[in-house]
């Protein structure tokens, strides 16, 4: 009997569960999936259809095999409101029973202007989200929104991004191809986009690159993801990413997101024992980014559950190996990633209280930008603490600064939601973030990292 093996490792800030997600693509991703691509109307819900699909008119081809004219039925319950107008822009892929939408792949005009589709809460459907500029609309909330006109350049460029990958993959230089490839990509930022949004064009570019045998070019083009980390493809083989990640030689940037691509295989990394003892090696690594990551990866036996019974007993012997080897790390350990890392391991995989350690502070924090927010998770190390208050202050090139968009969740011994505030995202320059909080009623101070806005309003984040 083949063996079922279930990771039920949980994340802070993690969505909902995932069995109704549905994915969300930018324009270059929707090309990829597409088999044609057409503007049609809308012209009534398909008679006697079994469930509800609508019918669509042809009225102009941007790409495929269909024909102006031509009548489609998809369905399309999911994307269609009141209030749009009936003209939209359809991305459609081929099947057996007939045509059927890409996911999320349905744009829509609104008194002039183009909006796209997202996933907001799973379980539920697609919700209509101002189309920006492409692709950073997805991670980069308020660019100036789309008319047909502009939805109509926005697509041809994503087809020539497309068409363009083909060329450069098959560049012979390997600087040229690296190149090449990495052009047709968004620039690497911290930002990050709404939960479900996946990068499929990008994948595919990393995976090219990977092939071709440049792993650190695909590392490179990873970084370019703005994705959901959990959605994506594997890059190449867990020995090779592990092997990469433990050269001190490499960018640590780099080593990092080696490891944490290892995820992307699953099961043939729990399977793997000397590859799980090899992450763990790297819980002392002499930087500690790559000791954060290394914490996250190694401990994932203990979140996983197999229905055979050898393997379980496996699993669970690389499990205690895995908390001693990180305890051993906590007792010295004194980078905030890292304490965050062990912290958010005890919290939510082994579900019990940090070892007893003198002189540990009393939070671990971290932040990542959403959207254009600074989301702050903090974890108190004493699980009978009490949070009150918390804020999130900066300093913009050195003066005091106002963040008008964050969010800060304590996971402490009250069942508290958090604080945060809505607003436009922090204009260009170098913030210092610090968290301020009432932790027992003691005003707890610390910083949890350097941001660097962009004049495109693209954000860097750094511990």
Not at 128 to 133: H, T, Y
Not at 145 to 161: E, F, K, M, T, V
């Amino acid at each position: 009997m083949k063996r079922v093996v279930v990771c039920l490792v949980l994340l802070l800030a993690a969505g909902s569960a995932r069995a109704a997600m549905m994915e969300s693509y930018d324009l270059a991703g929707l090309v990829v999936k597409s088999d044609a691509i057409v503007v049609a109307d809308r012209i009534g819900p398909t008679p006697a259809a079994p469930d509800r699909r609508g019918r669509y008119r042809v009225v102009r081809v941007v790409r495929g095999g269909l024909a102006p004219g031509a009548e489609v039925d998809v369905w399309d319950e999911l994307y269609v409101t009141p209030e749009i107008d009936p003209r939209v822009v359809l991305f459609l892929t081929k099947r057996d029973d007939g045509w059927q939408l890409v996911s999320s792949g349905m744009r829509v005009t609104v008194h002039g202007k183009v909006f796209r589709f997202d996933q907001r809460s799973n379980p539920g459907g697609f919700e209509l989200v101002p189309q920006g500029r492409d692709p950073v609309d997805q991670w980069l909330p308020g660019t100036p929104q789309l008319d047909a006109a502009g939805l109509d350049r926005a697509i041809a460029d994503a087809i020539r991004r497309v068409d363009a990958l083909p060329a450069a993959l098959a560049e012979r230089d390997p600087a040229r191809r690296r190149a090449a490839v990495l052009a047709l990509l968004p620039a690497a930022s911290s930002g990050r986009a709404f939960q479900f949004y996946v990068d499929a064009f990008g994948n595919e570019a990393a995976r090219g690159l990977a092939r071709a045998g440049d792993l650190e070019g695909a590392l490179l083009a990873d970084a370019r993801d703005h994705g959901a980390a959990d959605l994506r493809d594997a890059l190449a083989t867990v020995g090779a990413l592990i092997a990469y990640a433990r050269d001190t030689a490499h960018p640590v940037a780099l080593r990092v997101l080696a490891l944490a691509a290892c995820d992307h295989h699953g099961e043939d990394y729990f399977a793997d024992p000397a590859a799980v003892r090899a992450v763990l090696a790297l819980v002392a690594d002499p930087d500690p980014g790559v000791r954060a990551a290394a914490v996250e990866l190694g401990s994932r036996p203990a979140g996983v559950i197999s229905s055979d019974r050898a393997e379980q007993k496996r699993l669970d012997a690389l499990a205690v190996e895995a908390r001693k080897t990180i305890e051993k790390q906590y007792a010295v350990e004194t980078s905030r990633p890292v304490l965050f890392a062990i912290a958010s391991l005890y919290r939510n995989v082994l579900h019990r209280a940090l070892p007893s350690r003198r002189g540990a502070p009393p939070i671990a924090a971290a932040v990542h930008v959403e959207q254009a927010s600074l989301e702050v998770d903090v974890i108190c190390l004493d699980p009978h603490a009490h949070v009150s208050d918390a804020r999130l202050s900066a300093t913009r090139d050195g003066a005091p600064a106002t963040i008008a968009a964050f969010n800060v969740s304590p996971y402490c011994a009250d069942p508290s939601t958090g604080v945060g505030a809505a607003g436009p995202p922090p204009p260009p320059g170098h913030y210092e973030l610090t968290l301020e909080l009432v932790l027992d009623r003691r005003r707890v101070t610390m910083p949890v990292g350097s941001l660097v806005v962009a004049p495109s309003g693209e954000a860097t984040l750094s511990p």
